[in-house]
């Protein structure tokens, strides 16, 4: 016999509108106690939590309740959810398509304003808000407050009034004690609280996600160009050595590289100019460069260096491109490499097993969706031609705003228009760069696949949480062996462990510092 669902019970919740869970209000209740960092896993409710606390505050005490997300999508996926959700209370839409005399009016008669972070931090600075009468803030994807992020802002201004309760909402705010720190102390919260998938009152709701990973291999034709390239690489590696400025024994990656570069640029910050920092800059940035199409030509595939390599070209022929685009334009090893490249017929054997996996998944259950994430804006348009091809698939991409060069991304109007055809079962393949990773709503997913691994554990949990919600899912990640993308694959494995040793170590530390919570909500 199927029970009928509980809800919560409150003034200001529509009736019947969110389902109960204990876990939701064990959080809404610690919220209510003081200023708190939400960790819970992505699709177990953060924006649920925050409803929750939002109701209790503009009940209890009025005033204003201020909900901040990363980017436009966000702010009308939370802004619909309040709407449909709230009693009571006008709500209302801020971004930088607002005019600020038009957002000055609304933040002045509105109850629970949903904005972006840049416009609330332009109209502090302006004066044309004050926070003295928010009640709540409420941080969603509270990783961010870090740097110069508007989070930071926002929070120390809301700190000197003192007015009222801050919320930090993230699946993960990083793998080390300092960045979780560092959220902590910027966005000025006094508690931390954790559920995971393992804890009981939350292991009932969750969806099973299998992980697989489909480990390729290069063939050798592509291998050859990679040599070409690595070549390349280590000569002007064996050229900034001579410098002095290479780590000796530790290995030429990346981050020495990045490191090469921050030295470089703090001693000529210093005042200290000569040639040899100069030299030593350009030939770091040739590095850097090369270990780019390295990386492309291993882990992405021939069309994404193709046209990695023919912006080198166009830079180094431009009168004001950079030195390192002519240097690395004019070796010989570009040029047989661009030969090689012309001469290529084939693809990065990943793009062969995903339309395997893709075929596989809607041939079994044609009403799946699936969603791929790419790491760069070329291969995602490379993935998307390929998945068009096979049949059944109906596919789109979903990637940034921001253009580069002739290429425009895809405006905010678009996205959320991608997305509910996503979700309208127009599309059932959806291709995405980073923006699909952030807390967007992208339907139910059966089926997420990696094109390779990220290093990030926030970036590589948010992918994971893209499925598994209303259904069990599966993930699928692509690896090539032996290359930056086992790297990656480690790098994010350990770092995700660490953040959650880190974080109950910090929630011991600081839990036995606070009082006991006192439950606030009811259910029907």
């Known amino acids: 016999m199927i029970e009928d669902p509980v809800y919560v019970n409150h003034p200001l919740i529509k009736e019947d509108t969110i389902q109960f869970r204990e876990y939701q209000r064990y959080l809404a209740d610690s919220c209510l106690s003081a200023s708190t960092l939400v960790v819970l896993p992505t699709g177990m409710g953060k924006t649920v939590v925050a409803l929750m606390v939002a109701a209790e505050v503009l009940e209890r005490k009025g005033g204003k309740v201020l909900f901040l997300a ?75 407050a870090v740097g110069n ?26 793998s080390n004690t300092q960045k979780i720190m560092e959220v902590c102390t910027n966005l000025h919260v006094e508690r931390i609280e954790i559920k995971t998938e393992l804890d009981k009152d939350v292991s009932e709701f969750v969806h099973e996600n299998y992980v697989d990973w489909i480990i390729v291999e290069l063939p050798n034709a592509i291998l050859e160009i990679s040599n070409v390239l690595r070549s390349l690489y280590d000569k002007y590696v064996a050229e900034l050595k001579t410098t002095g400025l290479m780590t000796p024994g530790r290995p030429a990656t990346m981050s020495h590289l990045l490191d090469v570069q921050k030295e470089v640029q703090s001693r000529l910050n210093r005042g200290e100019k000569n040639r040899k ?24 595939g021939v069309t994404p260096l193709s046209l990695y390599l023919k912006k080198i070209k166009e830079d180094s022929e431009d009168a004001k491109g950079s030195k390192a685009s002519k240097a690395i334009a004019s070796s010989e090893e570009f040029s047989i490499v661009m030969d090689m490249v012309s001469n290529t017929k084939m693809e990065h054997p990943k793009i062969s097993r995903i339309m395997g996996v893709v075929s596989q998944q809607l041939n079994s259950r044609p009403e799946s969706k699936v969603l791929v994430f ?147 909500f009811e259910i029907n």
């Open 70 to 144: 990363p980017t436009k999508p966000l702010v009308e996926q939370h802004s619909d959810f309040m709407e449909r959700s709230i009693l009571c209370r006008s709500i209302c839409t801020l971004t930088g398509e607002t005019t600020p005399e038009e957002r000055e009016l609304l933040w002045n008669r509105t109850d629970v304003i949903v904005s972006t972070p840049q416009v609330i931090s332009n109209d502090l600075k302006h004066e044309r808000i004050k926070l003295d009468n928010v009640s709540l803030i409420i941080f969603d994807e509270a990783h961010r």
């Open 149 to 174: 992020y508007s989070y930071v802002y926002i929070a120390d201004e809301y700190s000197k009034v003192k007015t009222g309760l801050s919320l930090g909402m993230t699946a993960s705010p990083g």
């Open 277 to 300: 920092l100069y030299n030593a800059l350009s030939i770091q940035a040739r590095a850097v460069k090369v270990n780019h199409a390295v990386e492309l030509i291993e882990t992405q």
């Open 374 to 520: 790419t790491q760069y804006r070329d291969t995602c348009d490379m993935v998307m031609e390929y998945l068009s091809k096979i049949d059944g698939v109906r596919v789109s991409k979903l990637i940034g705003q921001s253009g580069r060069g002739t290429e425009k991304g895809l405006k905010q109007k678009e996205q959320l228009g991608v997305l509910q055809r996503f979700r309208d079962d127009e599309i059932n393949v959806l291709v995405a760069t980073s923006v699909g990773e952030e807390g967007l709503d992208v339907a139910n997913t059966d089926l997420v696949v990696f094109y390779e691994p990220v290093p990030s554990e926030i970036r590589s949990i948010q992918r994971r949480g893209r499925t598994g919600r209303n259904r069990d899912g599966r993930v699928i990640v692509m690896m090539t062996a032996g290359t930056k993308d086992e790297v990656s694959q480690k790098s994010s494995d350990r770092k995700e462990q660490e953040m959650k040793k880190r974080l109950y170590a910090l929630k011991k530390e600081w839990d036995s510092q606070n009082t006991g919570i006192q439950m606030r």
